[in-house]
Antibody
Framework: EVLLVQTGGGLIQPGGSLRLSCAAS????????MGWVRQAPGKGLEWVSV???????HYINSVKGRFTISKDSSKNTLFLQMNSLTVEDTALYFC?????????????WGQGTPVTVSS | QSALTQPPSASGSPGQPVTISCTGT?????????VSWYQQHPGKAPKVLIY???KRPSGVPDRFSGSKSGNTASLTVSGLQAEDEADYYC????????????FGTGTKVTVL
């Protein structure tokens, strides 16, 4: 079964750091197009970052320089390192895989992990 | 880039059809046949319903269908069922020069 299981997240003060993890099973992250999507409370879906098979990365403007997406082949896991967090980063974060190519659709989705930035 | 534009809400009685539009630009929806649609129930992760404008993954009921004309894509639910009450989002590939994907603003579908 193709599955993404997320860990990490939680309550953090403004300016703090968190690392989200997304463990894959049924496929290898290094041979996949992967990304992170977030959803602020009561709001719609918003892309955060993607990483392609060759290692090319993209970030939305609001997180550039603060967030880093990466993959670990030994753990078959996708990561999102989030630094200098602000209250605007408060959201439910989902990891996703794009299939069958970078221009494809997104499946599966992780279960979501909440990030709350508050003092 | 800006989010694709969807109506905030849509509704219909059980068995009735409902159509949701998704309007983008010539740089995303109009440029590629890589529009997908997602259903999200409260507190759950989104689930893909349609990909490449009109294709259905296995397991998705055939009452869900998709189409595209110019810069606007559409999702139609041909016969609403109670379990179709959810939020729906479109997504389009937008090329590799900027951020490669964009979501729609989302539509809340209510079954009356």
């Amino acid at each position: 079964e193709v599955l993404l299981v997320q860990t990490g997240g939680g309550l953090i003060q403004p300016g703090g750091s968190l690392r989200l993890s997304c463990a894959a099973s049924g496929f290898t992250v290094t041979n996949s197009y992967m990304g992170w999507v977030r959803q602020a409370p009561g709001k719609g879906l918003e892309w955060v970052s993607v990483i392609f098979i060759a290692g090319t990365t993209h970030y939305i403007n609001s997180v550039k320089g603060r967030f880093t997406i990466s993959k670990d082949s030994s753990k078959n896991t996708l990561f999102l390192q989030m630094n200098s967090l602000t209250v605007e980063d408060t959201a439910l974060y989902f990891c996703v895989r794009a299939v069958p190519t970078a221009s494809g659709y997104f499946d599966p989705w992780g279960q979501g992990t909440p990030v709350t930035v508050s003092s | 880039q800006s989010a694709l534009t969807q109506p905030p809400s849509a509704s219909g009685s059980p068995g009735q059809p409902v159509t949701i539009s998704c309007t983008g630009t010539s740089s995303d929806v109009g440029a590629y046949n890589y529009v997908s649609w997602y259903q999200q129930h409260p507190g759950k992760a989104p689930k893909v319903l349609i990909y490449e404008v009109s294709k259905r993954p296995s397991g998705v009921p055939d009452r869900f269908s998709g189409s595209k004309s110019g810069n606007t894509a559409s999702l139609t639910v041909s016969g609403l069922q109670a379990e179709d009450e959810a939020d729906y989002y479109c997504s389009s590939y937008a090329g590799s020069n900027n951020f490669p994907y964009v979501f729609g603003t989302g539509t809340k579908v209510t079954v009356l």
